[in-house]
């Protein structure tokens, strides 16, 4: 079955600092993966995504994530956090073969302390 | 250019009731999904409209029903509901291009009391 896996609920880091948010997957075939962000009382903004080709995307507000096939992960990545990146960040996964249902993981707490 | 709108932002029913709740996507977007997000949950895939059909549906029960209109708005009716029915639920609009950007709305807040 098709699933993402965010494997901590929360992640804390200090301003200025990098950081990491963890994803894994799991599907038979080829993947999209996306990142999307959640901020209080909102919905969803999209980050980046992950189609084909080169194993690091760039997306918005200075995030990354790195694709990794043999380890089925997905991790999103900043080298500088800012205390406005504090917010909920959702992994999700579309098989190529499905062209309508996208699978969000559980999420991840982000939050940065000044 | 308007993103995607929901209505209402807020809803309160009892069990038994029924609801429908409204959304309006992008500008230029003919693909709108639905999702549930239970608190301090991801958000669940309930079921996707194209060109007034559903083409894919997660599992949840025939109580969730939906339609998409000729202008690319949709409703999302839920029937009989029940205490496990309160959530947040968002609507999110897509292009249908295949490179599958969703675009949110901010979503309604149903609880069933």
């Known amino acids: 079955a098709q699933s993402v896996a965010q494997p901590e609920d929360q992640v804390n880091v200090a301003e200025g600092n990098p950081l990491t948010v963890k994803c894994t997957y799991s599907v038979s075939g080829n993947p999209y993966l996306f990142w999307y962000v959640q901020y209080p009382n909102r919905g969803l903004q999209f980050l980046l995504k992950y189609i084909t080709g080169d194993n690091l995307v760039k997306g918005s507000y200075g995030f990354e994530a790195e694709f990794n096939k043999s380890q089925t992960s997905f991790h999103l990545k900043k080298p500088s956090a800012l205390v406005s990146d504090s917010a909920l960040y959702f992994c999700a996964v579309r098989l190529y073969s499905s062209a309508s249902k996208i699978i969000f993981g559980s999420g991840t707490r982000l939050s940065i302390r000044p | 250019d308007a993103g995607v709108t929901q209505s209402p932002t807020h809803l309160i029913k009892t069990r038994g009731q029924q609801v429908t709740l409204r959304c309006s996507p992008k500008?230029?977007?003919?693909?709108v999904s639905w999702y549930q997000q239970a608190l301090g949950q991801g958000p669940q895939f309930i079921f996707q409209?194209?060109?007034?059909?559903?083409?894919q549906r997660g599992n949840f029960p025939d109580r969730f029903s939906g339609h998409q209109f000729p202008n690319y708005s949709s409703e999302l009716n839920v029937n009989a509901l029940l205490l496990g029915d309160s959530a947040l639920y968002l609507c999110a609009s897509s292009d249908g291009d295949g490179n599958e950007k969703l675009f949110f709305g901010s979503g309604t807040q149903l609880s069933v009391l």
């Open positions: 500008s230029g977007h003919d693909t």
């Open positions: 409209y194209y060109e007034e059909e559903e083409r």
